[in-house]
């Protein structure tokens, strides 16, 4: 029988996961990593490191309080940095889906993100109007003028962190805003343009009831977003919430729980198709994948301090942390690299074949379409079962039903992927230093 633990370990959203990153020395060459490698789908990340405000959940890698003079300073090393790694790539690369994350790109103003679409065309030779572009924004962002842009320029999803329409339950998560204001921001999203919505919640916040859980889900469902990202709250090491744990609550996990699976009845009474642990898509939405894109055989290149890329061999970045200070440090190291340093990697993890199909498992087995044996043989010619006896031990305890995880799977998914990462990844997590 498995033993998985809570089922609250962690969002195994990558794999491996940063933790697990380590200075590569030498540095290898853009290059050499990118050489041979299929370009021909890729996907493009741009990563813009600032927020108005730090959340008490959030341990991205994002400061606060950045003026103008840094915002425009981050702008010009972007474009240095894109124009040395465009060069990099092989071949004509083509970009078949986009994103531009962070923090939060709206924190830029509606001149600033004008500035940063002419750099990302002008130095990739991307067209980001012609694949899937998904944007993050934050209710007290998402302004008319920064959308006009945003939809202008090819944007086809845009995604904002509501986490709770109580007010006091997003203060209770670290998050202090007024529910006028993202009533506002949602208001001016869907009257912006045609593209997709998503709206990010959270459960398990101090004090949330099933009452006021499925008070904020009825609420969101009254913008009819596409898509809605359910987040269990998790409390990290040098996080606002960190200083005070809800962990400490013997109940917390059950309380989760419960509020997950009431929101999967919900939504899909309301007519959403659930696709992970975390999305759910509304059916009559169509579809929002590229057809020719998969993460889990394309390369991700991306752009920008806090931006992670992926090849078949290595996944690399900048160093990372989540400390004020720290951040600060990379970002203000980030500034003052000389052009150079942007023909190499510099923090990442080499995949050997091994780790190589695991990260294919992963990146398919906690989606509810699951793992199709015969895609996992045309990419390694091995059979999956074979390389991952252990599946059989998540059939036999119900989570999984084939090559699928079953709905009891898919609420544990936050322990079952935790389970299945290697021995040297786990290792590597265990030894990285939070700061």
């Known amino acids: 029988m498995v033993a998985l633990g809570p089922p609250y370990q962690g969002y195994l959203y990558a794999y491996p996961h940063k933790t697990a990153y380590r200075p590569l020395r030498p540095r290898p060459r853009l290059a050499d990593v990118w050489a041979g490698e299929p ?35 981050y702008l010009d090393q972007l474009e240095r940095q894109a124009g040395r790694v465009a060069a990099a790539l092989p071949g004509e690369p083509r970009f078949a889906r986009a994103a531009i994350g962070g923090g939060t790109p709206t924190y830029l103003d509606a001149h600033e993100l004008t500035r940063l679409f ?53 203060r209770a998560a670290g998050r202090p805003q007024r529910r006028d204001e993202v009533d506002r921001a949602l208001d001016t999203i869907r009257a912006a343009g045609p593209a997709d919505l998503n709206i990010d919640l959270i459960y398990g916040i101090p004090g949330q009831t099933v009452a006021t859980w499925t008070e904020s889900l009825r609420t969101a469902l009254t913008w009819r977003p596409e ?25 917390w996990d059950a309380q989760r729980m419960l509020l997950y699976r009431h929101a999967t009845d919900l939504l899909a009474d309301a007519g959403y198709r659930q696709l992970s642990m975390r999305a759910f898509r509304r059916a009559d939405a169509p579809a929002a994948d590229a057809p020719d894109y998969c993460c889990q055989d394309d390369g991700m290149v991306g752009l920008g301090c806090g931006a992670r890329s992926y090849t078949a061999g290595l996944h ?18 980030y500034l003052r690299r000389p052009p150079a340093d942007f023909d190499v990697a510099e ?17 398919t087995l906690l989606r509810t379409e699951g ?27 119900g989570y999984l039903a084939g090559h699928r995880l079953t709905a009891e799977g898919l609420a544990h998914s936050d322990a079952i992927g935790p389970w299945l990462v290697s021995a040297d990844v786990r290792a590597a997590m265990a030894g990285h230093v939070t700061r």
Not at 162 to 167: A, E, N, P, T
Not at 227 to 239: C, G, S
Not at 317 to 326: N, P, T
């Open 316 to 333: 690399y970045s900048f160093d990372y942390a989540v400390g004020v200070r720290q951040v600060r440090g990379i970002l203000d190291d």
């Open 118 to 170: 002419d750099l990302i065309e002008r130095t990739t030779g991307a067209d980001l109007r012609a694949a899937p572009l998904s944007v993050e924004t934050s209710p007290a962002t998402a302004t008319a003028d920064r959308l006009a842009v945003l939809l202008e320029r090819g944007a086809t999803r845009i995604s904002i962190g509501v986490q709770s329409f109580r007010d006091a339950e997003a």
């Open 371 to 397: 793992v199709e044996p015969a895609g996992y043989r045309a990419r390694f010619g091995t059979d999956v079962d074979d390389d991952f006896p252990s599946l059989a031990a998540l059939r036999d305890a």
């Open 227 to 251: 898509e809605l990202y359910l987040y269990p709250l998790y409390v990290r090491p040098l996080t606002g919430l960190g200083r005070r744990d809800p962990g400490a609550d013997p109940d």
């Open 39 to 73: 370009a021909g789908a890729l996907f493009l990340y741009v990563h813009i490191p600032y927020c108005e405000m730090r959340c008490g959940f959030c341990n991205l890698f994002t400061r606060t309080g950045a003026g103008e003079d840094q915002v425009a300073a």
């Open 347 to 363: 923090v990442g993890f080499a995949l050997d074949a091994t780790e190589q199909r695991r990260r294919w498992l992963l990146k």
